[in-house]
């Protein structure tokens, strides 16, 4: 498994895709009572792939996900040709429409909401980001001058900006001087790193004690590192908000199979609403392909003010 976590750092894969990987590959060798990968070959995935289709009874994007474990698994960890794989039943993936808030349902969740988990989820519905991207924003992709926010190796590894609200501003302000303010006092302990990206840390190793670079949601405790002995100061932990969300989505009485990444559709869905054109949505929501995107279109369809044939009949 150590070969595996090496290969997907070499490739610059994200820490969830490694996790991911390690966690299918695992379940695979347990699966063929812990026979070496090499050993069972590359008609073992097509059993195991189909197991999890008819036994495991898992989703589409559940099963890809198996599925792409086990081929970067073979072709680029044991460097083993996988041909074709006969006989692979795929689940059929069901296309459905993104859960979207209205604007008075957003209003009355954020209104439950209070401190820290309530500037992230107004961040995430004001900016459209992932609450990934928000939790892992460093105080330099702040740019208040400019109403911008930088996001670093979102999801495919790329950069973007979107919307910094205004009326979040003052807000974001305090926040980056409590963070100057817990830097300081960690840099008095001799502590004051934050982790970098590995080829930044060997470039610029003294970056890592800069402001600059502090998470701009910090975690409340010091780690020390095993490996350089530093201090380090992570960022907060997604579960944080997404409790607080829910508890939000709770108090506020709305009946909604709604989760906090349904802020970044409702964001989308009101742009689009407002009449911002698709390829700006696109750009701010850093979707590869303009089809990701459309399916908003879909949705701001679907919630427009349509009068029932009912309704018309009894305004006769």
């Not at 698994?73 to 209205?102: A, K, M, N």
């Amino acid at each position: 498994m150590d070969q595996v976590s090496v290969v997907c750092r070499r490739r610059h894969l994200s820490r969830r895709t490694e996790q991911a990987y390690r966690f299918w590959i695992r379940r695979y060798i347990h699966f063929h009572s812990r026979q070496h990968p090499r050993v069972v070959g590359p008609p073992g995935i097509v059993a195991f792939i189909n197991h999890l289709a008819s036994v495991g009874a898992v989703s589409a994007s559940t099963q890809s996900q198996a599925l792409n474990a086990l081929l970067f698994l073979y072709r680029d960890v044991l460097e083993v040709d996988t041909g074709h794989l006969s006989g692979l039943r795929r689940i059929q993936r069901q296309d459905r429409l993104p859960v979207v808030l209205s604007v008075d349902e957003v209003a009355s969740i954020l209104a439950q909401m209070e401190g820290i988990t309530a500037l992230i989820a107004h961040l995430l519905y004001g900016s459209g980001l992932r609450v990934t991207e928000c939790m892992t924003l460093r105080v330099k992709d702040v740019d208040m001058g400019a109403g911008l926010i930088h996001v670093r190796a979102g999801k495919g590894g790329k950069d973007r900006t979107t919307l910094l609200p205004r009326q979040l501003e003052r807000l974001l302000q305090r926040q980056l001087l409590r963070v100057a303010g817990l830097h300081k006092q960690d840099l008095a302990r001799g502590a004051g790193f934050a982790p970098l990206p590995k080829a930044l840390e060997r470039k610029y190793s003294s970056a890592s004690q800069s402001l600059a670079w502090q998470y701009l949601f910090p975690s409340r405790v010091v780690r020390t590192c095993p490996k350089t002995g530093r201090r380090l100061r992570w960022h907060a932990s997604e579960s944080g908000v997404q409790v607080a969300f829910k508890a939000a989505l709770h108090q506020a009485g709305i009946a909604r199979h709604a989760s906090v990444h349904t802020l970044r559709h409702s964001f989308a869905t009101h742009l689009l609403a407002a009449g911002t054109d698709i390829r700006t949505i696109q750009l701010l929501l850093g979707h590869r392909n303009l089809k990701t995107t459309m399916i908003y279109t879909h949705v701001e369809q679907a919630i427009r003010t349509t009068v029932s044939p009912l309704d018309r009949l009894h305004a006769r």
